[in-house]
Nanobody, 121 residues
């Protein structure tokens, strides 16, 4: 299993921006498609965005399309999620994981601790 660490969350007003980061300790992420997921209180974890290993292909959930941008820096072994025009409904714990780019489902059962994003109205 690849252990992942998310960071960059926080409290922001509606319309604001945050950038999340995801890295792995001791393992390279370069060969994996990587995704961001989120889980709001009382709801199931849902797919947000993915980027393929080369970084040239991305895919987004309809709810974040046009507002969020996923990217990666394979030199820094880090995956990012730039979140703009945030809405209260984006409030959730955000997680990254290895992802199957065909199904958008996580490729491993391991989840990090995530990073909390709270958007106030």
């Amino acid at each position: 299993q690849v252990q992942l660490v998310e960071s960059g969350g926080g409290l922001v007003q509606a319309g604001g921006s945050l950038r999340l980061s995801c890295t792995a300790s001791g393992r390279t992420l370069n060969k994996y498609s990587m995704g961001w997921f989120r889980q709001a209180p009382g709801k199931e974890r849902e797919f947000v965005a993915l980027v393929r290993s080369s970084g040239d292909t991305t895919f987004y959930a309809d709810s974040v399309k046009g507002r969020f941008t996923i990217s990666r820096d394979n030199v820094k072994n880090t995956v990012y999620l730039q979140m703009n025009s945030l809405k209260p409904e984006d409030t959730a714990v955000y997680y990254c994981n290895i992802v199957n780019f065909l199904t958008t489902r996580p490729s491993q059962d391991y989840w990090g601790q995530g990073t909390q994003v709270t958007v106030s109205s």
